[in-house]
């Protein structure tokens, strides 16, 4: 693998982010694409291999925490432009298709509501 290929993989792997990622991440999403780490050329380590590719990536952060954002070019933009009006990916949680229900009170008993899937079952408590 020469390294106008592995530049164009890295360039790839950034430009389908809306954000800018860690080198870590963007080593991890090589090795799964590539089935190997990014290689170094003859460069010691990866932060010198992303310095000497200024025309496709640019670095920032503190030298212990570097981002790697992409340098958008006349060939890139239209794509960079589609990526940033994609929906962004919210987490879900297991329970966020659950609505609390207040617990309420008929005279003088008390009731414990609780969560079984969707439906919420009542439970009197003497």
Same mark, same amino acid.
């Given at each position: ?5 592995? +530049?164009?993989?890295?360039? %790839?792997?950034? #430009?389908?982010?809306?954000?800018? $990622?860690?080198?870590? @991440?963007?080593? /991890? ?21 992303f310095q000497s590719i200024p025309e496709t990536v ?9 981002? +790697?954002?992409?340098?958008? %070019?006349?060939? #890139?933009?239209?794509?960079?432009? $589609?990526?940033?009006? @994609?929906?962004? /990916? ?37």
């Open positions: 693998m020469d390294k106008e290929e592995v +530049v164009t993989i890295i360039r %790839s792997i950034i #430009s389908s982010s809306q954000a800018p $990622l860690k080198i870590s @991440q963007i080593n /991890n999403d090589f090795k799964k694409h590539t089935g190997i780490s990014i290689p170094f050329f003859e460069f010691k380590n990866l932060v010198e291999f640019k670095l920032t952060g503190n030298p212990t925490d570097y981002y +790697v954002g992409l340098v958008i %070019s006349k060939k #890139s933009a239209h794509i960079v432009s $589609l990526v940033e009006k @994609q929906k962004k /990916n919210r987490k879900t949680t297991k329970f966020d298709s659950f609505k609390y229900v207040k617990p309420c009170s008929l005279t003088s008993r008390k009731f414990e509501n609780r969560y079984v899937g969707i439906i919420v079952i009542t439970k009197f408590i003497r």
